[in-house]
């Protein structure tokens, strides 16, 4: 098994990084060259020159400062360990580092002294307490910590207090230096790496976070084993390849580089897609940056900014075009709802990317909106800009973004139409490492802030700790990341790769073709090859306004190749409250599940019914919007009602619904359906507006091996077509089909007809 | 059986309209005295005067003259009525009468003759059709429209067009207003009041509706035949009485009077209540308040507004504190949720609040989010005052609200506090007319604007076609009303008076106790009697806030007094998700209904446990905030998860939860919990802070008949207790038992021991 992704072949850092040991450093701590990771003695120059002129800065600081004086008047508690995330001591020491590095900063631009004595008082009481610290009393992590249950969480310990080392480091004496150092952070920062290799040696988040940590700390102490540890990776102590973490992710695999650099050439794609998806791509991005710009501080030669043309840059503004209306990642692969750029880590992020980049006047206004500004440079640059009213609106646009560090591992497809912010996220991704989801060629909908046709994302309360220790829940595996909890296709009611982290962990689908070129058609087509062996699905998606109405609508075509019969079952996860459908439903009086496993152990059967063949629809209401799904359906086609919270006896899990189409005994098949945003009713007017769906059904008027149409009536009359060229994605090639007696040509692999949309282009 | 309400003493509005009637009217319509509903020729003056100068008013005109102009470019359509509420006929004809109004209005203020045209153009369309337009085609209510299915809208179209056209009545050529009185308004009028005498003759939101209708148009007419008739309604052709409306609503009962003064009379309380709930006060407001102020207009003398006390400035103040933080009404009884006081049609009732009552400046802070004003004089007084910079936030307290139209018939206890902006709302009202619930010594709970144990409202998507013609469903009766739909007790599974209306009509609960003195010591008792023959309960619910936690908490004690065993359900409506309870869930694999009627069969079983004999708990969370809920439990007592939408093939009902306390074979019990608000959650920050429940156990310290006393231990440590005299509320008698060997003596039916809430009171 070979898992490695192609080494690039500009690896431009390594270089001047050689070089600069070549220098060589000097093994003692050097005092007055401090500080230097976030802030540096020129920055906080600057900085206090402009306090009291630039108000977000400003109230930056101010905010921090009741914060951490707040903190100061509590006095310090250092406990010992002993609970899970949610619990006091594991709250307690996050707070500790979160205050002590706002002290740091604030002792540099505030000069005032109490903020230093605060910082150093707390290091020395982590100093007495460490020397016989144990292992954490919890067992459950493949890689315990000591302040905390997980490594993980020792190792946002220590960079955060690397950043408040940092700042006090001058000030204090070079006795209190040399304790530090010896008594706490090098023993700390070994424990992280030579201590835990199987942690350190990943290509993980984990490992981010982890080499981040003793990256820093070996900055401040000037201590070049730790950098080049941090950097590199651990030579002689690599985990074993073939064992599994915690979230069941490879601790490693054959081959494979270790170190910070390694881990920012592996997860980023060149359009700077992190592979385990944004909810992680938010969390992993705070050590990448803050690790980056501490390097970009101490030794700028590096210019690791520029690395892998502006990997980490492009990064920011991915992650920030990965989300909805309201700033909320989607949710690909597990992550938890609701997460947003508003979180505190992110003002890094956006800072950063504003003052390193190209200065993007769009990202002040995401600034403005967290409401606060680092406090460095870069947070004095953006709150400067700010007050100057550069600020400009963050516009999200349709993007494509591929997958793996080569980008040649699949990608995700955003398809945006700006009546009603409608968004479509198309996912044809590799796995995403332990994260990931078996939901190959999945979609999810957003309608604004709101998510109508939804991922279900993580089955875990974070920090919540009387859920499973605020940890991932059983169900994340038996439901969350089952394909059945995901809008595509699952086939004999197994789950893609036979839910098989090994196998899945090998392919990604493959793009088809792509035009966002014209934001009133939008298309992008995939093809997954490997989730079923002998079935090949090919789904094309097309977000299409049609003047004739009033929003945009998503045509979903799903093309499903086999030579032998299977039972394929096709969820639609809407979200919202039904208002109608268009076929009998046989309710259930008594609910039985659906299946016992793959995920289907956890799905109710509140009703089930039989569409007559040509098509069928539902309708719903989410948010005040009405949305509706027509559906292709065929003789045979059964269409269930399905609610989720089955074996779920801790109720771990939403009680959401789902609509799922179920056609027994087919060897190759069409999926299709239209779905369509509506009208709108509010529960204080007590209007509803155009309530009915503006389709008025959809058939199949072509199935050729070459080309597969659909026809979409609609309800005011008028009729589109949309033609897929299903083997030649080439633009280039003219194809020349009849439909319904019409012969029509064109060029490239999708071809919409219908009046007003083509207005003579026919024939 | 007679339920008939007391007659007033003082029915001070019949002796001068019969001194005005006995100067009698012309019955040929004079003109130029016009108009005179809303608008008064002095108030249009003054209007004018003001026009440019008043921000809030301009921007009301503003957006009626968009309104207008924008329906004015379309052009006029009055189809052939065709459709149910939703479909376009209703909705068009609803929304010609909309613009119309508007159009009048702006024709008096802006002097524009082209608003008059396009009135008097539609009026002329309606005037054509009506002749023979016959009953409408569809066939479900007791009273069937023309125009709409049901004479309620009719009514609705008939008062918004009286004030469009008094608005041009007098720039109308007589030859004009002379065909339009004779073959559309008298018609109309007559219809509604003659023609349906078994719609408009009731006490009834619709005969309010048909009143005010056939009254306003009679003003305009200067009609006295029609002003006597909607005042005193129709003497000889009552409806029988016993005879139901769609609803299930008596028509009429022997003895009562009709008409709109009757309507005024019966429904309110002297405290301003309205017996069907707030939700139909909102609705039933409009046609009151805007008869009463044409009245005021018309006939000054009159005094209308003074009327019993000032009942319809005192019901506006009522309805607005029967709210929640967001402005949305408590649903009690057959009410949507959603609805609130930024509806249009409540824009009247502030503003005619304010100008007619005594300027209350807090209602201005509501008009101001209502974002508009009345075109009349009462909406420039709101407009400049808030220009003036006077509004106050609108503070809602604590308050006692009686039902009955004497005020002697139960009512609703509203306490409120300001952590959390906490309210609980207890109903120990009448039965509500046709739209009551079978629900006596419900509460229900917000924290802030979200709902936390919820009333479910009503079964029905309100003008939503596709929804059972946006009409109440069956599910309304079947599962909104029954008592299980409620947070109360509920015993063998029957509903209140067996789910009669006609019984349960006849009684109300009583008022034991209520003392709101002490915001931190709120304390409100009923007592139920009738809703099971032989069993009596006694509920009490205390919100206390004690400086030893962060927020309020709610105490409740529900005392059943019985001399036979039964079967005891006691639900609480969560709304959220399940973070974790004290007891052994046995999960249901399959789901099979709680019960076969009384809305026991919408209820799956999720799971059950049996708690241990002392107190359990659950801990939910909603809306980014938990909750947990402390039960005293008794030995053989179940938990029962229950889930919504058993029986529901049209997916009428939301799949919102429930927890049950049952308790079987008791004859007298005591059922006892505590419901706290604690901490929060945010997914953003991932932070959860005080997760879980102040509360450790409760238990149950004394019980006699005269004394129930309930400990509440804190985890924190410390302890409280609530003591309940059982049978002298009087605040003047002295009370002494003994609690765990201390003597206790205090004074009046509530006591609570324990520090820190009542230092040195004991003994």
New interface residues.
């Given amino acids: 098994m070979n898992l490695r992704y192609a080494v690039p072949t500009k690896f431009t850092l390594v270089a001047p990084l050689l070089l600069v040991f070549s220098l060589g450093f000097s093994n003692t701590a050097l005092a007055q060259d401090h500080p230097k990771l976030l802030l540096t003695k020129a920055g906080v120059l600057d900085i206090r020159r402009h306090l009291g002129q630039v108000p977000l800065f400003d109230q930056s600081v101010a905010e921090a400062k009741r914060f951490v004086d707040d903190e100061i008047a509590q006095g310090i508690d250092v406990p010992k360990p002993k609970d899970f995330s949610?619990g006091y001591t594991h709250?307690k020491h996050k707070r500790n580092y979160a205050v002590a590095q706002q002290a740091g900063a604030l002792f540099q631009i505030l000069e005032d002294d109490k903020y230093a004595q605060f910082v150093r008082a707390m290091l020395f009481e982590y100093e007495s307490m460490y020397a016989t610290l144990p292992l954490h009393p919890k067992e459950r992590s493949y890689s315990r910590g000591k302040l905390f249950w997980q490594c993980l969480n020792d190792a946002n310990w220590l960079l955060h207090m690397a950043l408040a080392y940092d700042a006090i480091y001058d000030w204090l004496s070079p006795e209190d230096r040399e304790q530090l150092n010896r008594n706490l952070f090098r023993p700390f920062a070994d424990f992280l790496s030579l201590g835990n290799p199987q942690f350190f040696n990943r290509i993980h988040n984990h490992s981010t976070w982890a080499t981040a940590a003793v990256g820093m700390i070996g900055l401040v102490m000037n201590d070049d084993v730790l950098i080049k540890r941090a950097l590199f990776g651990i030579d002689d102590q690599l985990p074993a390849s073939n064992v599994k973490d915690d979230d069941g992710g490879f601790l490693r695999v054959e081959g494979q580089k270790a170190g910070f650099l390694a881990n920012l050439e592996e997860p980023f794609s060149p359009d700077g897609y992190f592979t385990e998806g944004p909810y992680y791509q938010r969390y992993a991005m705070y050590p990448f940056l803050v690790f980056a710009l501490a390097l970009e501080n101490a030794m700028p030669t590096l210019g690791v900014f520029q690395y892998k043309d502006d990997v980490l840059l492009k990064a920011v503004s991915t992650l920030m075009n990965l989300t909805d209306t309201d700033g909320e990642f989607f949710a690909m692969n597990d992550a938890?709802?609701?997460?947003?750029y508003?979180?505190?880590s992110l003002i890094l992020a956006v800072d950063v990317a504003y003052y390193y980049g190209d200065k993007d006047p769009s990202l002040l206004s995401i600034a403005e909106q967290q409401g606060g500004v680092l406090l460095d440079e870069s947070g004095l640059a953006v709150a400067k800009a700010i007050a100057h009213g550069e600020a400009k609106p963050f516009v999200k646009t349709s993007r494509n973004y591929s997958d793996g560090s080569n980008g040649n591992r699949g990608g995700v497809a955003v398809m945006r139409h700006e009546v009603g912010d409608l968004a479509v996220v198309f996912k044809y991704t590799a796995h995403g490492l332990s994260h990931g989801h078996f939901d190959k060629l999945s979609y999810s909908m957003f309608f604004g802030g709101t998510e109508v046709i939804q991922d279900y994302g993580l089955a875990r309360?974070?920090?919540?700790?009387?859920?499973g220790g605020?940890n991932y829940l059983p169900e994340n595996a038996s439901w969350a990341k089952q394909t059945i909890a995901h809008n595509t296709l699952i086939v004999d009611q197994s789950s893609h790769f036979d839910g098989q982290y090994e196998i899945g962990s090998l392919h990604h689908s493959e793009l088809y073709a792509l035009d966002f070129s014209n934001t009133d058609r939008q298309f992008v087509s995939a093809i997954e090859r490997n989730a079923y062996p002998g079935v090949l699905f090919h789904r094309t998606l097309a977000l299409i306004k049609d003047p004739a109405l009033s929003d945009a609508i998503l045509i979903d075509v799903l093309n499903v190749r086999s030579d032998t019969e299977h039972r394929y079952d096709l969820p639609t996860h809407y979200l919202g409250?039904?208002?109608?459908f268009g076929f009998e439903?046989?309710?259930s009086?008594?609910?039985?599940?659906l299946g016992h496993d793959s995920g289907y152990q956890h799905l109710?059967v509140?009703?089930h019914g039989k569409p007559s063949a040509g098509s069928s629809y539902f309708?719903w209401?989410n948010g005040g919007r009405f949305f509706s799904q027509t559906f292709l359906t065929g003789d045979d086609d059964l269409l269930i009602?399905a609610?989720l919270?089955?074996?779920?006896?801790?109720?771990n899990l939403?009680?959401d619904?789902a609509l799922i189409q179920r056609r027994e005994g087919s060897a190759g098949t069409i999926f299709a359906s239209v779905v369509e945003p509506h009208g709108h009713?509010?529960?204080?007017?007590?209007?509803?507006v155009n309530?009915?769906r503006s389709v008025q059904d959809i058939s199949l008027v072509v199935n050729t091996p070459a080309y597969t149409a659909l026809s979409i009536k609609l309800r005011e009359g008028g009729e589109r077509i949309l033609v897929i060229a299903n083997t030649e994605p080439s633009n280039q090639i003219e194809h020349k089909i009849d439909v319904n007696g019409v012969a029509y040509r064109w060029r490239g692999p999708f071809f919409l007809v219908g009046e007003p949309l083509m207005p003579g282009k026919a024939r």
């Fill in positions: 949610g709250e938890q709802k609701g997460m947003s508003f979180t505190r309360f974070v920090n919540i700790g009387a859920k605020g409250q039904i208002i109608s439903n046989e309710a009086s008594q609910l039985v599940t109710f509140e009703g309708t209401l009602f609610r919270g089955a074996n779920d006896p801790d109720f939403r009680r619904p009713y509010s529960p204080v007017s007590e209007l509803a309530a009915s």
